[in-house]
């Protein structure tokens, strides 16, 4: 089998037809722009801001595929690109929406109804990552709990929050429930901080979308999350793995000044896992991180620097690492990873 560890949704008006009773008035519209340098671009309206809605749309997959409006052919491309199993990401909430938790519930709860009409229809093969509506923790554990009884097989997290590190108490409660209920937390490139999204906002995505990413991991490992939450998972999601001698030889110093020791097996003991990319140098990463927390996606429906349709069979194509270290890239590590 190979799992695809990152693929997407593009969402569309259908995502949001899901808001009944209180939350129908929060929900999106879509105006287009008629003038300036963006004219013809279409934009969500979501509590009373603008957000981009056609930025990151890959033209190389089909449009309903891409859009979930034929679930069927969304399949019959993974037959095409040799997948078994593909886990699917959001779009539109790789950055913050909204500083009202009425509305992040209402947007998060339509959301993850949607993906889970998604999942019956998709014969098992199309997994997801639930949107938490983290605003309000009682409510993302209740999302949370909805997930799971409906085919997500793990839990999105914005790599920068408003005010908080993902090592805060705050998400403890969190980390608790996904510890219960079987799930990892998974840190996807995005940023959850509007302050963050505004400092970067002409930046291509590097700062904004990736180095969130790469310092939580280093947070939560410095801070002693994943031991605090030993059965744990957390996931690292389309922002290389390239990173991960330096963040490990910097992590060890940290240590090292205070007594303590990094271990070298540290990321398969605290269940940590990262996706890397085809282009990345595999051979040299696989002697920092081992061969069992290591997994790759596609990122399906977008069109960045992370995205490579056929990503799954070019690794086993490259013949860069072993036969032994491919299968687990493919299939044995992200089961691990998301309970498969």
Request: charged share 30%.
């Amino acid at each position: 089998m190979t799992i695809d560890a990152d693929a997407h949704v593009i969402e569309t008006e259908r995502t949001w037809d899901y808001m009944e009773g209180r939350d129908s008035k929060f929900q999106p519209l879509t105006v287009t722009a008629t003038s300036g340098p963006d004219s013809g671009k279409r934009f969500w309206v979501i509590d009373g801001k603008i957000v981009p809605r056609d930025g990151n749309i890959g033209k190389d997959v089909p449009e309903a595929s891409r859009e979930m409006l034929d679930i069927e052919s969304r399949l019959r491309h993974m037959d095409k690109l040799e997948v078994e199993v593909q886990v699917l990401y959001p779009s539109i909430f790789l950055r913050p929406l909204t500083a009202r938790p009425e509305v992040e519930l209402a947007l998060c709860r339509s959301y993850n109804r949607w993906l889970s009409d998604i999942w019956r229809k998709g014969e098992g093969r199309l997994r997801w990552a639930a949107v938490l509506p983290l605003l309000c923790i009682d409510h993302a554990l209740a999302e949370a709990r909805f997930a799971k009884q409906n085919g997500a097989c793990a839990l999105y997290v914005r790599g920068v929050m408003e005010d908080r590190l993902l090592s805060d108490a705050y998400f403890y409660p969190l980390y608790e429930e996904a510890t219960q209920l079987d799930l990892p937390v998974c840190i996807h490139a995005s940023t959850g901080s509007f302050a963050w999204n505004e400092i970067f906002e002409q930046e291509i995505g590097f700062a904004k979308f990736k180095l969130p990413v790469v310092s939580t991991f280093h947070t939560l490992v410095y801070d002693g999350v994943p031991e605090r939450f030993p059965m744990l998972r957390f996931g690292f999601i389309e922002v290389s793995a390239q990173w991960i001698p330096y963040v490990i030889h910097d992590l060890a110093r940290r240590f090292e000044r205070k007594g303590k020791r990094l271990a070298s097996d540290f990321m398969r003991a605290e269940r940590l896992y990262v996706a890397c990319q085809t282009d990345d140098d595999l051979a040299s990463i696989l002697r920092y991180s081992g061969e069992d927390n290591i997994v790759i996606g596609s990122d399906y429906g977008h069109a960045d620097t992370a995205t490579e349709i056929d990503a799954l069979r070019r690794l086993r194509l490259k013949g860069e690492i072993g036969e032994q270290a491919i299968h687990k890239i493919l299939d044995e590590n992200p089961r691990r990873l998301y309970g498969l």
